[in-house]
């Protein structure tokens, strides 16, 4: 089963408003990593923060991250149309180091 | 620095063929991992393989193997193809484990397998 899931599924917001995903998630973890997928090609890693942190910051895009709620959210403030893509997250299971992914934020920025 | 490549990008096979994917790391890395993305499973992780040896596996039947060479590079190979096997199947890698500290794995453009 997925260890991380995203919220929402789907998103369409217009250029230059924030957008928010968020990521629950079910064990402890090491990190808890978002990357970035533009229509069906390789990921791009966006950003990474360690359990024992609470907030990073990334340019444009702020990451949170909850571990007694075992959530994170990424903002992205000022949206662009490039910025449209596939969102997700990773996380680095304390248990047995596999990273596992969620399925995602289907994230589409309105001109 | 040159990226991760994977051979080919696309590929179409039929039920019961045999497939055999390459990835190549980026120069350094030690590590690589392989997923599969379905659009209804969503990324799912196969195996990660570290100086030549399998050290973590995702939950794939026995159909689904790989292996790394002394060069990093690695491949994957699925026999007996089924229909639900066509994917997209991507894979990454990073200096160390993947799990391991604050590490990033860099993914390559994926191979995208079809099977009729």
């Known amino acids: 089963s997925q260890q991380g899931e995203e919220d929402p599924q789907a998103l369409s917001i217009q250029e230059g408003e924030n957008a928010t995903m968020n990521c629950s998630y079910k064990?402890?973890?090491?990190?808890l990593q978002w990357y970035r997928q533009n229509s069906g090609r390789g990921l791009v890693h966006l950003i990474l923060?360690?359990?024992?942190?609470r907030e990073k910051h990334s340019g444009r895009l702020r990451v949170t991250l909850d571990t007694s709620k075992k959530s994170s959210s990424l903002l992205i403030t000022a949206s662009r149309a490039a910025d449209t893509a596939s969102y997700f997250c990773a996380t680095d299971a304390l248990k047995d180091d596999k990273i596992i992914f969620g399925k995602g934020t289907r994230l589409h920025i309105l001109p | 620095k040159a990226g991760v490549t994977q051979t080919p990008r696309y590929l179409i096979k039929t039920r019961g063929q045999q497939v055999t994917l390459s990835c190549s790391p980026i120069?350094?890395?030690?590590?690589v991992s392989w997923y599969q993305q379905t659009p209804g499973q969503g990324l799912q992780f196969l195996f990660e393989?570290?100086?030549?040896?399998?050290?973590n596996k995702g939950n794939f039947p026995g159909r689904f193997s790989g292996r790394q060479f002394s060069n990093s590079r690695s491949e994957m190979n699925v026999s007996t193809l089924e229909l639900g096997d066509s994917a997209l199947y991507l894979c990454?890698?990073?200096?160390?484990?993947?799990?391991?500290?604050?590490?990033?794995?860099?993914f390559g453009p994926g191979t995208r397998l079809t099977v009729l």
């Open positions: 064990t402890s973890i090491n990190n």
């Open positions: 393989y570290f100086s030549e040896t399998q050290r």
């Open positions: 923060i360690r359990s024992n942190e």
């Open positions: 990454a890698s990073s200096l160390v484990l993947a799990g391991v500290g604050t590490d990033t794995q860099y």
């Open positions: 120069s350094g890395h030690r590590s």
